[in-house]
């Protein structure tokens, strides 16, 4: 079992930056990679940026260069530092964490942040 944990979302000025962190915690050595991802109200839920277990990461086009995704091994911690932020990057933003048991995959959610963006 992982348990994740977001935190960091809140209002936010176009142009202005937020950073999110996602905690996790319980099993976290069956993690092979996580994930953050949003929801826009009356939106599906969509695929911000993946930061794989070797380190390596990306984001999508709609936020790349704006977006940066990382981690702090040693907290079990991932972040997403956001820069250049837009009224339609507004969401709550989720962080997913993907275990492989054997031939098994399993994700688990947090509970999610809200980011808002005013004009």
């Known amino acids: 079992q992982v348990q994740l944990a977001e935190s960091g979302g809140g209002l936010v000025q176009a142009g202005g930056s937020l950073r999110l962190s996602c905690s996790a915690s319980?099993?976290?050595?069956?993690?092979?990679?996580m994930a953050w991802y949003r929801q826009a109200p009356g939106k599906e839920r969509e695929l911000v940026a993946v930061?794989?277990?070797?380190?390596?990461?990306n984001t999508v086009n709609g936020v790349k260069g704006r977006f940066t995704v990382s981690r702090d091994d040693a907290k079990n911690t991932m972040y997403l530092q956001m820069d250049s932020l837009k009224p339609e990057d507004t969401a709550v933003y989720f962080c997913?964490?993907?275990?492989?048991?054997?031939?098994?995959?399993?994700?688990?959610w947090g509970q999610g942040t809200e980011v808002t963006v005013s004009s």
């Open positions: 997913r964490a993907r275990t492989l048991i054997g031939t098994e995959w399993r994700d688990y």
């Open positions: 319980g099993s976290t050595g069956d993690i092979n990679h």
């Open positions: 930061m794989g277990s070797d380190g390596r990461s």
